[in-house]
């Protein structure tokens, strides 16, 4: 997990409703498992996330939290992005440290140290248990050379880990593998729990994104109690295992065709204990043999899914259409901002993103097909403006498959995370259903 300035990469946390944060926090302070080494967070979704010491925590301290210290809260433990630290913590942080250790070895060595090999040290990473991802942005100078291949075991050494690689950009093959190279340890593979899920994959063969915790977590709330759902870009399974985990999926397509990451969501599966309720489809999702069965399609795919649109329009039930949930990285800048419309507005978060952006609810005698756009004062009018037009490409697609008339309506925006500077990653729900034959 990235971490800047060289904080710890995986926290440990509790993530509950705001409502709730007071009182588990004292019941977690009280049972001294509060980790006062981070400070309280607020996620991207609205809700909050509480730093809890170890690697796990106890199912009765669970059980608790959610039956007498916060009825009615979720209180979900989840492996999160690194939460601030304390100022405490400050005080001496894994990258202060790899560059003392690094610097007395060095001298010893008879290297001398200068300000080009201090600013050439890496102050983010990923930290994937004991295998440390480094950036491609540090140990570029030659003197590192003549230093190796000591240099990264006491790398190592110093940022606690006994594995050690460093990553450049994403290939351009179309599977998006990451250009990876082991620097110490025999092989690549790592472990994540996240939300009770648990992810093995290879660091050098596949991509997993940190930063799409809190969209991990929404799909994991999703009613889809008994839908078939298809997940487009299944990867190593982000997306599927909590739609077959937790959202209770009864069936789910899973399209993949990096043979790396299918070999690794085949075990994902297995060891899960969902495997009989999936299906994996490796190769190009565009020559698949499938149509009709879908409640739900997952578009996972980013900067854009929309080579995967018309094959998502495919695979939606004919007789009752269903929902997309549909990924993009929008370009958006700063105080473009919606304009606030009515008085039933979402309260705008002090945090980049709010919880809700676009909703629909509906007012005194209305229907599920006459429903009122509800858009929050923080919602950005690029969003809007993107989801439009995808709603009236994907309603075109829709019609023109099945020569009549669907509807559709936007159910949601959600962000995810900031891609880039002015990029927002954000996901669209669309709901699409076939009008019904008159007479």
């Known amino acids: 997990m990235e971490s ?5 990469a995986a926290v440990l946390a509790i993530v509950t409703e705001r409502a709730f944060a007071q009182r588990c926090r004292e019941y977690l302070q009280q049972c001294a498992l509060l980790d006062r080494r981070h400070r309280v967070g607020t ?48 005080g001496c942080s894994p990258a202060r440290r790899l560059s003392r250790e690094l610097r007395c070895w060095a001298e010893r060595r008879g290297t001398t140290w200068s300000a080009e090999l201090e600013a050439d040290l890496p102050r983010s990473w990923q930290r994937h248990g004991d295998l440390l991802l480094l950036n491609g ?20 050494s110093a940022l606690g880990v006994q594995r050690l690689a460093k990553r450049g950009r994403v290939l351009p093959d179309g599977t998006r593998t990451p250009a990876v190279t082991l620097l110490l340890g025999d092989h690549g593979w790592v472990e994540h729990v996240d939300n009770g899920i648990r992810y093995k994959f290879d660091v050098t063969k596949c991509m997993f994104s940190f930063g799409n915790i809190t969209e ?10 008994g839908e078939v759902v298809v997940d487009l870009y299944a990867g190593i399974g982000y997306f599927t295992l909590p739609f077959l985990v937790h959202a209770g999926a009864a069936f789910v397509h899973a399209c993949e065709w990096n043979p790396h990451a299918v070999a690794a969501l085949r075990n994902n599966l297995e060891i899960n204990g ?26 996972g ?43 039933n507005q979402v309260e705008k978060e002090h945090w980049p993103y709010p919880q809700q ?14 429903m009122r756009k509800i858009t929050s004062p923080a919602a950005k009018l690029e969003w809007q403006r993107w989801a439009e037009s995808a709603e009236t490409r994907i309603t075109n697609l829709l019609q023109q498959m099945h020569g009549k008339p669907w509807k559709t309506q936007i159910l949601h925006i959600q962000p995810v995370k900031s891609y880039a500077p002015h990029v927002d990653h954000i996901v669209l729900d669309l709901e699409c259903r076939p009008c019904p034959v008159v007479g």
């Open 274 to 299: 969902v495997a009989d309720r999936c299906q994996i489809h490796f190769g190009d999702n565009r020559k698949l043999k499938l149509s009709n069965v879908a409640n739900r399609v997952n578009l």
């Open 216 to 225: 991990k977590l929404r799909v994991a709330s999703l009613p889809c109690a």
């Open 43 to 90: 996620l991207p979704g609205g809700t909050v996330a509480i730093p809890v010491l170890g690697d796990s925590l106890p199912e009765q301290h669970l059980q608790e939290l959610r039956t007498r210290v916060a009825p009615g809260s979720t209180c979900v433990p989840t492996q999160l992005l690194p939460l601030t630290p304390s100022k405490k913590a400050w």
């Open 137 to 156: 942005d540090c140990f570029r100078t030659k003197p590192w050379e003549s230093l190796e291949p000591e240099l990264w075991e006491i790398v190592a």
């Open 357 to 370: 952006i676009v909703t629909y609810e509906p007012g005194n005698g209305d229907t599920r097909d006459s």
């Open 301 to 343: 795919l980013i900067p854009s899914s929309e080579e995967g649109w018309q094959v998502a329009c495919q695979m939606l039930r004919h007789d009752t259409g269903g929902i997309l949930h549909i990924h993009q990285n929008v370009d958006s800048f700063p105080g473009k901002n919606l304009q606030k419309q009515g008085s």
């Open 4 to 8: 800047e300035g060289g904080r710890p």
